[in-house]
Nanobody
Framework: HVQLVESGGGSVQAGGSLKLNCIAS????????VAWFRQVPGKEREGVAVVSPDGSARYADSEKGRFTISRDDARQTVSLQMNSLRVEDTAMYYC??????????????????WGRGTQVTVS
């Protein structure tokens, strides 16, 4: 079955950077949309960024210009480079994957495959 494993979370000061990685297995990776979501306790999980099979990226409005998502199909990895981090970026970050087509790539309901998450704390 599809497995997604996140890494790269941690604690950082406001204004700093982190790079998250999501490694996938047991899927034809090149056919999949891969997205990053985040969630804080008591709130709904929200889409942060997504990369399509052709490599095009889409971001939530609050992340535009600060976050960059990229994929390496040979390594079955999607990365999220996060710069200029803010306290409000503190959350558990999850990787999600779904094969094409994905009509709403930043919508929670589109994704069946999820990782367990990696915590990002900005202070």
């Amino acid at each position: 079955h599809v497995q997604l494993v996140e890494s790269g979370g941690g604690s950082v000061q406001a204004g700093g950077s982190l790079k998250l990685n999501c490694i996938a297995s047991d899927l034809t990776f090149s056919f999949y949309y891969v997205a990053w979501f985040r969630q804080v306790p008591g709130k709904e999980r929200e889409g942060v960024a997504v990369v399509s099979p052709d490599g095009s990226a889409r971001y939530a409005d609050s992340e535009k210009g600060r976050f960059t998502i990229s994929r390496d199909d040979a390594r079955q990895t999607v990365s999220l480079q996060m710069n200029s981090l803010r306290v409000e970026d503190t959350a558990m970050y999850y990787c999600a994957a779904e094969p094409s087509p994905v009509p709403q790539p930043l919508a929670l309901h589109e994704y069946r495959h999820w990782g367990r998450g990696t915590q990002v704390t900005v202070s």
